[in-house]
């Protein structure tokens, strides 16, 4: 037993033995090796300036990565809606209090590591004449008091999918059916450039509200110009898609629209960057079994061989251009051949004839579909705005209707063929210094001058159903101007891409309105 026990000391002592030189040759080692240093990660960059100033595409960015909270995001535009809101009435609904609610669930879920949308705690405002469930669409009438949303129309349910916060619902005029921002139930909304020039309409309290720095995209539709004319009046970009890009309806609509209408409007984004319209134009986009009509057309099409060639559109001779307005469009013209476009001064396909189309086929639809009904409960400026824009259409009958609708595809199809050889139009939103608050209110005659004679370039487009840019070149006397870029059916893209280009140079115009708002 001796020699045994013995023997077994012997052989844990190698055991121990090799294990601790196996330990040592480790150790050994490990001190070999470099001692890697730990790095500390560089905290989230947060953009320049205060948090209301940033663009859509950088809020979205900095919230994501923890540089600023949707709280804090939320609270900013607030404090800024709250202190200059007053003296614009642009947003007409404070949804305050829910959007802080929206930001505090938004950070809890970008805690836990949940899926963020697109515009994760990004704050944007909505107007006033699509469904907002639980408030009453109102759309500039008082007597829509009743008309309760029982839920979200497309569009908002598809920002708020995306992770948008709703800060408040902008003001908008009567039935949206004019070009400038003034209704009975709200009043007036005013331009932040200047009080004595129009916000433009309908979606006149979206374009005042963003240019103003009241969330980083606002929601506006197009029937006749609703976000193209705002958009030039307040200095900001927007895109009026192709019929069917945005998906459109509301619950709460106690009839469905007429066909013509339907096929004219558009939902669409404005912002202070070319960047955040190409975002929201993505989050809208996308599909609601709702609007029948809807299209899912991709967001970017074949790039032209280039150069790409652009057609700076010749204007009628009846229409009286300003020195202002023509130097704007050399400008655009400019900044376009500059970044590689080639630009040649054209006619565009029949803008006249297209113009009085658009005209003769709206009026005449809502002559029989809803004229009675908006006269009863609508203002006395109303009656004169409505009557003067009736007053330029042809009265037609049945017959006429439809020959007007048939060559409404004459149209389409003569500008899709122009797009073949100048895949993009460059024109003028309006040929005249921008006009008075109230302006359409003066006379018949004034309002067939404004809608006819100086904002023809715009009207004409949505009877074409093609998308239309509009972005923001210079400042003439303090007051912004913007061209419009028109591009085939569903090619945003090319209408953004020339829009951008002009955006590189010309800047961010929203920049020099903060300086002289402070």
């Known amino acids: 037993m001796a020699k045994k026990t013995a023997t077994k000391k012997r052989s844990s002592s190698k055991k121990a033995a090799k294990t601790a030189s196996k330990m040592t040759a480790v150790r050994k080692a490990a001190a070999a090796k470099p001692v ?15 948090a209301w100033q940033w663009s859509a595409v950088d809020t979205a960015a900095a919230i994501r990565s923890g540089a600023i909270s949707a709280v804090e995001t939320v ?23 829910d959007a802080l609610k929206a930001a505090h669930a938004a950070d809890k879920q970008r805690a836990r590591g949940g899926e963020l949308g697109l515009l994760h705690g990004v704050p944007i405002t909505i107007k006033e004449n ?15 008091k009743g008309l309760i949303a029982p839920s979200d129309s497309p569009v908002v349910r598809n920002l708020k999918k995306s992770g948008a916060i709703v800060i408040g619902l902008t003001n908008t005029p009567e039935f949206s059916f004019r070009g400038f921002t003034d209704n009975p139930l709200h009043g007036l909304t005013l331009n932040p450039w200047d009080p004595d020039i129009t916000c433009g309409g309908s979606s006149g309290g979206a374009g005042s509200a963003v240019a103003a720095g009241i969330g980083t995209i606002a929601h506006g539709n197009d029937i006749g110009g609703s976000l193209r004319w705002p958009a030039h009046c307040n200095g900001v ?3 009026k898609p192709t019929q069917g890009r945005i998906p459109a309806f509301n619950p709460s609509a106690t009839a469905e629209r007429p066909m013509l209408a339907h096929l004219m409007s558009a939902q669409g984004p404005l912002a202070r960057h070319v960047g955040d319209v190409r975002l929201a134009l993505e989050v809208m986009s996308q599909r ?10 991709p967001l970017t099409g074949p790039k032209p061989k280039g150069p790409i060639k652009v057609a700076l559109a010749k204007i009628p001779d009846d229409m009286k251009v300003d020195p202002a307005v023509s130097a704007a469009l050399r400008q655009a013209a400019d900044h376009l051949e500059r970044s590689g476009y080639r630009v040649s001064e054209v006619d565009v396909p029949d803008i006249n004839g297209v113009w009085q189309t658009w005209c003769d086929i709206i009026t005449n639809e809502t002559v029989v579909m809803q004229e009675a009904g908006m006269l009863k409960v609508t203002s006395e400026d109303f009656h004169k705005a409505w009557g003067g824009m009736k007053a330029k259409a042809n009265v037609l009958d049945l017959k006429a ?9 004459g149209h389409i199809r003569a500008w899709q063929l122009f797009f073949e050889e100048y895949p993009v139009v460059l024109a003028p939103t309006t040929v005249k210094p921008t006009p008075g608050p109230r302006e359409d209110t003066v006379s018949a005659e004034r309002v067939q001058e404004i809608f006819w004679g100086e904002i023809r370039f715009i009207s004409a487009i949505n009877v074409l159903g093609l998308p239309g840019a509009v972005v923001p070149v210079t400042v003439h006397d303090g007051k912004p ?3 419009q870029l ?16 002009i955006e590189k140079r010309a800047g961010v115009l929203a920049h020099r309105l903060w300086e002289t708002m402070a």
């Open 36 to 50: 890697k240093k730990t790095v500390k990660k560089a905290a989230p960059r947060r953009p320049r300036g205060p």
């Open 75 to 97: 609270e900013a535009h607030l404090e800024r809606m709250h202190a200059v809101n007053p003296r614009l009435n642009a947003v007409v609904v404070d949804l305050g209090e």
């Open 130 to 144: 699509v469904d907002y469930e639980g408030r009453p669409n109102y759309n500039g009438v008082p007597a829509n």
């Open 237 to 239: 970009a927007t895109i």
């Open 288 to 297: 609601d079994p709702r609007d029948p009509w809807w299209v899912p057309a």
């Open 401 to 409: 209707w439809m020959q007007a609708t048939a060559a409404r595809s």
């Open 481 to 483: 101007i913007g061209v």
């Open 486 to 501: 028109i591009a085939g059916r569903y090619r945003e893209d090319l209408a953004l891409d020339a829009a951008a280009a």
